[in-house]
């Protein structure tokens, strides 16, 4: 598709087991984005990609999280050993930053994660 | 970061207009001003940004105050799609990405 496309789109998990979650974003786009957003509150900034490299991780909440990306193109948010607070829709967003940065930022449609 | 002030909600009719307003004083020469909305159980989406003058796209449009410490983000004729928040965000335009911080946003709640 001509989107960005997340996966798992739902994802349960118990407490203290680790999971990923995906983010392919839309072809040609340097920049891509991890936000989380817990139920009923706004979105928070985790990390963000110029190609491969991550130039802002500082809205990783704990070092239980950690995020890659490969080739310039799909990344992966891994959290380990998670807990109930970790609940929440993760989005991820991609931008065609390869110039100057226009502030247009193509978000998919999250990956609902639930720790029971 | 420049901060943004919106009101935390607003409420109007199917078919009206609707202005929503954003405060930012602090706003320096180089930030663009950004305007997203959030649907239920959506992503964000782009809606609208400006610099100086007022724009125009099919989706709203953006008046910019002549100091550029406010602005205005205006639908048309609000329709019951167009119930969301609304996030405005200023931005300096940079070489390379940069992070866009989400405030708290205006919730927009549209009646039949």
Known sequence: ???VSQSPSNKVTEKGKDVELRCDPISGHTALYWYRQSLGQGLEFLIYFQGNSAPDKSGLPSDRFSAERTG???STLTIQRTQQEDSAVYLCASSPSGGAFTGELFFGEGSRLTVL | DAKTTQPNSMES???EPVHLPCNHSTISGTDYIHWYR????????????????????????????????????????????????????????????????????????INP
């Open chain 1, 1 to 3: 598709g001509a989107g």
């Open chain 1, 72 to 74: 310039g193109s799909v």
């Open chain 2, 13 to 15: 009719n199917e078919e």
């Open chain 2, 38 to 109: 959030q649907l239920p159980s959506q992503g964000p989406e782009y809606v609208i940004h400006g610099l100086t003058s007022n724009v125009n796209n099919r989706m709203a449009s953006l008046a910019i105050a002549e100091d550029r410490k406010s602005s205005t983000l205006i639908l048309h004729r609000a329709t019951l799609r167009d119930a969301a928040v609304y996030y405005c965000i200023l931005l300096p335009l940079i070489q390379g990405a940069q992070k866009l911080v989400f405030g708290q946003g205006t919730r927009l709640t």
